[in-house]
């Protein structure tokens, strides 16, 4: 079956600030299909946020591949990668990364201008009204509240059509009810238009309004150190999968 999104062996590793080198993602196989909507567990600072940005090509890994709607991303010099990107991929960032002096209106077109269509205004304000901020559109970031903010957020990764949306956590800086209301919104828009959704978490209820989901752990085979236990030098317990069986069924 075609995918989306396919990864092969890759690898990446930082060093420490005593200079040792630390492997974070170390993955050998990971595939989502066209449309696919799958939620990732894992705990803070198990390489969540780094395996989307190599996914992304915001991060060159060490070795192995990424794919994604059949151009190998990993193949790519970097500013064919930031035009791969561009034309593929929408990311909600962990922590937003609005242009703080662009307007709402100019988030979202400066976010378009690289992307295939360019910075088209008819549809920046179409995809914000569709989020629900059409009555903000001349505001800057810092006079709107977090889920406002969010949802800027969300508008300009799905402006450009994006084949493939990585959200990073995209409620974490949310209360329950706009954290629900987001997510929400962020799986109905890539539904309407047919963007596949990779989704990284450690909110359980985040995670259990997904039909698929999956251990990051499961995917991941570096040993991070997670928690401060860890770090310090114990070894990490096996903890297994944290999901009943998975009702995937993928060839
Ligand atoms: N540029 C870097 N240099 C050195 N180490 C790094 C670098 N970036 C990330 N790391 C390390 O990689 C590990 C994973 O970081 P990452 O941000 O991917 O975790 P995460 O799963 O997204 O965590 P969280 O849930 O808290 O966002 C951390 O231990 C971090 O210290
Ligand atoms: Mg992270």
Redesign the pocket.
């Known amino acids: 079956m075609f995918a989306m999104l396919a990864v092969t062996d890759l690898r990446k590793s ?3 600030p005593e200079g040792e080198r ?1 492997e ?1 993602v170390q993955v050998p196989e990971f595939s989502l299909a066209p449309g696919e909507q799958l939620a990732l567990r ?10 989307l ?1 190599l996914i992304a090509g915001i991060l060159a890994a060490d070795s192995g591949r990424v794919t994604v709607d059949g151009t190998e991303m990993t193949a790519l010099s970097e500013p064919k990668r930031d035009r791969l990107r561009a034309d593929k991929l929408g990311y909600i960032f ?1 922590t937003f990364n609005l242009l703080q002096g662009y307007t709402v209106l100019e988030n979202v077109l400066l976010g378009m201008s690289f992307g295939p269509r360019g910075a088209d205004r008819a549809h920046a304000r179409e995809v914000l009204e569709r989020v629900g901020l059409g009555h903000r559109l001349n505001h800057f970031p810092r006079q709107l509240s977090t889920g406002q903010q969010q949802r800027v957020a969300v508008a300009r990764a799905l402006a450009n059509r994006p084949k493939l949306v990585l959200a ?2 995209p409620t974490g800086n949310l209360d329950r009810k706009h954290a629900r209301d987001a997510l929400a919104l962020i799986r109905e828009v890539c539904r309407e238009q047919g963007a596949a959704l990779l989704l ?1 978490s ?1 909110d359980e209820e985040v995670l259990a309004q997904f039909e698929l989901r999956k251990d ?1 752990a499961q995917i991941n085979g570096a040993a ?3 928690s401060p236990e860890n770090a310090t030098g114990a070894s990490r317990p096996q903890s297994g999968p944290r999901f009943p069986a998975q009702s995937q069924t993928r060839p």
């Open positions: 930082f060093l420490s630390v974070i894992g705990e803070s600072g198990s390489g969540k946020t780094t395996f940005n962990q990073d956590e990284v450690h990051f991070t150190p997670s």
